[in-house]
């Protein structure tokens, strides 16, 4: 399915995309709010500033994923592998990411608010300038930089 595809679809009222491929997607800019894309592969997907509202993204693949300056708010990312993608000044608020993949992730300058990063696999993952207010970490604590 192509970007212009899935976007007519939604705009009709569809939410549920649930286990597509969509690898190498360009979806820049875009809002999204209570979409399903659970089990989606999203590899090398272009999403730099996308508005990710209420999105399901459990088990999703975004390999090398361009998620520059998205906002992801509320996103379920519970299981997401996120191997060596962007998210250079991205936003996460209140994002569960339980038990996601972000080895090798650029995480710099980005922001996590009350985000749940229990069981998250940073190995490797860029985190200078990174901002962690009121977010549970890997290891179960929590973490505030304020």
Same mark, same amino acid.
């Given at each position: 399915?192509?970007?212009?595809?899935?976007?007519?679809?939604?705009?009709?009222?569809?939410?549920?995309?649930?286990?597509?491929?969509?690898?190498?997607?360009?979806?820049?800019?875009?809002?999204?709010?209570?979409?399903?894309?659970?089990?989606?592969?999203?590899?090398?997907?272009?999403?730099?500033?996308?508005?990710?509202?209420?999105?399901?993204?459990?088990?999703?693949?975004?390999? /090398? =994923?361009?998620?520059?300056? &998205? #906002?992801?708010? @509320? %996103? +379920? !990312?519970?299981?997401?592998?996120?191997?060596? *993608? $962007?998210?250079?000044?991205?936003?996460?608020?209140?994002?569960?990411?339980?038990?996601?993949?972000?080895? /090798? =992730?650029?995480?710099?300058? &980005? #922001?996590?608010? @009350? %985000? +749940? !990063?229990?069981?998250?696999?940073?190995?490797? *993952? $860029?985190?200078?300038?990174?901002?962690?207010?009121?977010?549970?970490?890997?290891?179960?604590?929590?973490?505030?930089?304020?």
């Amino acid at each position: 399915m192509n970007a212009q595809t899935l976007l007519k679809r939604y705009a009709s009222g569809e939410q549920d995309f649930r286990r597509l491929d969509l690898s190498h997607i360009n979806l820049e800019g875009v809002q999204l709010v209570s979409i399903w894309l659970d089990w989606v592969i999203l590899n090398g997907a272009d999403l730099r500033g996308a508005v990710f509202l209420e999105t399901r993204l459990t088990g999703a693949s975004l390999f /090398e =994923a361009n998620l520059t300056e &998205a #906002i992801l708010t @509320e %996103a +379920d !990312l519970y299981k997401a592998k996120l191997h060596c *993608a $962007n998210l250079h000044r991205a936003i996460l608020y209140r994002a569960k990411m339980r038990r996601a993949v972000l080895v /090798e =992730a650029d995480l710099s300058d &980005a #922001i996590f608010y @009350e %985000a +749940d !990063l229990t069981e998250v696999d940073l190995a490797g *993952a $860029n985190l200078s300038g990174t901002h962690f207010f009121d977010t549970r970490m890997p290891d179960g604590s929590m973490r505030n930089d304020a």
